[in-house]
């Protein structure tokens, strides 16, 4: 069989109401990588997950999973696919063991093998001494970690995960990290994660897709991506949106590329720490100091920035690294 | 492997499954069961000394009311089959279900055997109840027997409705809203006295085409007067066409839900 899990080639997918949630994209997944999609809120990131996992039929274009065809043969790809929506899909009134039976069950487990299955994720999510009380009363957290632990049941060879993290606390965000990790890395499980976290992507995944509006707006690895932007990354801020204006005429020729978003001027230059000191002089002799300015390496942010012209996150999310006060 | 099999457990757990939500949470059957007590206790403490009208040709308040007690209960418990989809398409377990090999149909049909398990178990309990009251089977066994089945028919037509109707909208409160049809059906009919004495010409003329007044007479004829034909064949029609109807809105809401565009 092909080593591909996961082809897709022009994917469309519109909505009642010509909704274009996805319009035309195309990646391959190998067997056993880690794959991210990372993108905004309404990207298209769960239409995607969404056709990929049967639930929704391609408007057009082909996609083939663990070597069958969406449209032709979505049972087989039941068997073999784990998934994990954004929203957990979870019966309240069962208990978790009960829910992980039942699950084991529906994959054609025999009613022994289900009990050893259930017990043994049990285990695995640390959720044994829960495991029999209501689904109703766990924690948000405990429902994520029960929610993944229902679609590792049946050992699938592909994961989805649609935003596994969203909303989690960071021991929880870390446990769920491990977890997926230890899977791709020990078990040979090929995931296809999507997050809005860029961390996210940047910690876990072999190789990321950066999907806006739609579309792939640029594809390779975490290195390959930053790679594109350039060396470093200035970001300087200012009082006025004017100042931030003519600082980007005054220091336009040392620049390779800039972006300019309200107040805030974000410069691409090759050599960075040799630069910063000169430009900061120059600034205050216009009589445009900044207010706050920072150098880094360039983050999976500043790709995105750079192809869509906006940023992904809130500025002050990933500002906290290497500040530099002027 | 075998499709037949794999449906016959799908269908199994999908039921196992239902039950033990419906009697996990008290306040889905116990209001229910409730309700039909009452409308018995209530209406024959009440309303008995009526049976003395010559209308009644002297059967006993008792086992004139018992019926509505019965089908408003199997209205309650089958209802429930819808309620319970809606809550798994708003919690998500639904999508689960679907993204499992799982039989379509079964997912569906889960809730209905379940609605229909808890409505055996109540009509058997107000039976006894009724018994208990002093009641009279004029069909002996065989007539508790053709009143049990004759809830069950009508609640599957009713299980087949709110279904779909839940299927359809999706939206708890939606859905919620449908049962209420629940009114109309029981109280526009032989509710409380026979149809020679309904005094209003639109009642009487409501009361002869709702499918709830046949299903009446048919309990009514094994528990007042033994067996007679006729009653017991109008109901029986009566309930395989409103199934027929109700079935094929559900099943087409359950292809519509499933959809995959
Ligand atoms: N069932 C639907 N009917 C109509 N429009 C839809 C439907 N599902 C999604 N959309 C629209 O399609 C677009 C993409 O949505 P999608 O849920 O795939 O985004 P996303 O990347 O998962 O976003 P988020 O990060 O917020 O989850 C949005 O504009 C959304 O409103
Ligand atoms: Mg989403």
């Known amino acids: 069989m092909s080593n591909q899990a996961i082809v897709v080639e022009d994917l469309v997918k519109t909505f009642k109401g010509d909704v274009k949630a996805v319009q035309g994209i195309s990646f391959e997944v190998e067997d056993g990588e880690f794959f991210a999609f990372l993108g905004p809120n309404g990207a298209g990131k769960s239409t995607t997950i969404q056709v990929l996992t049967t639930l929704l039929n391609p408007t057009s274009g082909s996609v083939t999973v663990s070597g069958f065809d969406v449209g032709k043969d979505p049972i087989s790809i039941r068997r073999e696919i784990g998934v994990a929506l954004q929203e957990t899909g979870i019966d309240p009134s069962l208990t978790g063991r009960e829910l992980l039976e039942m699950q084991a069950r529906l994959f054609g487990f025999s009613k022994h093998d289900a009990k050893n299955r259930a017990q043994e994720l049990l285990d695995l999510i640390h959720l044994a001494e829960d495991g029999d009380r209501k689904v109703g009363k766990y924690s948000g957290g405990m429902r994520r970690r029960l929610d993944l632990s229902l679609c590792l049941v049946h050992r699938p060879k592909i994961l989805f995960l649609d935003e596994p993290t969203t909303g989690l606390d960071p021991y929880n965000r870390n446990a769920i990290w491990d977890e997926i990790r230890t899977l791709n890395r020990e078990f040979g499980t090929t995931i296809f994660l999507t997050t809005q976290y860029l961390e996210e992507a940047d910690q876990l995944a072999d190789r990321i897709s950066i999907i806006n509006k739609g579309k792939i707006v640029a594809s390779g690895s975490s290195q390959q991506l930053k790679k594109t932007v350039g060396m470093d990354v200035i970001d300087l801020s200012f009082q006025q949106n004017e100042d931030a204006e003519k600082a980007k005429e005054v220091l336009s020729s040392w620049t390779k590329d800039y972006r300019l978003t309200n107040g805030e001027l974000t410069l691409y230059v090759d050599n960075g720490a040799y630069l910063l000191p000169d430009m900061v002089r120059k600034l205050d002799k216009e009589g445009i100091p900044p207010i706050s300015l920072n150098l880094a390496p360039p983050t999976l942010d500043d790709v995105f920035l750079q192809v869509t012209g906006e940023h992904l996150e809130e500025k002050a999310v990933i500002k906290q690294e290497g500040v530099v006060s002027p | ?261």
């Open chain 2, 1 to 261: 492997m075998n499709q037949r099999s794999n449906f016959i457990i799908d269908t199994y757990l999908m039921t196992k499954r239902s039950t033990i939500a419906i009697f996990r949470n008290p306040f889905i059957f116990i209001p229910n069961i409730m309700i039909s007590l009452f409308f018995l206790l209530v209406y024959q403490a009440g309303l008995s000394g009526i049976s003395n009208i010559p209308a009644f040709e002297g059967a006993s308040y008792l086992a004139f009311i018992l019926p509505v007690s019965i089908v408003s209960g199997a209205i309650g418990g089958s209802g429930g089959a819808g309620q319970s989809l809606v809550r798994d398409l708003e919690n998500g377990y639904f999508s689960r279900l679907l993204l499992t090999p799982t039989s379509r149909v079964a997912i569906v049909l889960g809730p209905i055997i379940a609605g229909m398990i808890q409505l055996f178990i109540q009509t058997v309990l107000i039976l006894l109840v009724g018994l208990w009251m002093g009641l009279d089977i004029a069909a002996g066994f065989g007539g508790a027997v053709v009143v049990i089945l004759l809830a069950a028919g009508f609640g599957l037509a009713f299980a087949g409705y709110s279904v779909g109707f839940a299927l359809r909208t999706k939206d708890a409160q939606a859905s919620q809203a449908g049962t209420f049809v629940f009114f109309p059906l029981v109280f526009l009919s032989t509710t409380f006295v026979p149809y020679e004495l309904i005094e209003a010409d639109w009642l009487k003329f409501v009361s002869k085409i709702n499918p709830t007044t046949y299903v009446f007479d048919g309990m009514r004829s094994v528990l007042i007067n033994g067996w007679e034909a006729q009653p017991l064949i109008y109901a029986a029609i009566v309930i395989i066409i409103i199934c027929s109807i109700t079935i094929t809105f559900a099943s087409l809401s359950a292809k519509r839900a499933v959809n995959r565009d």
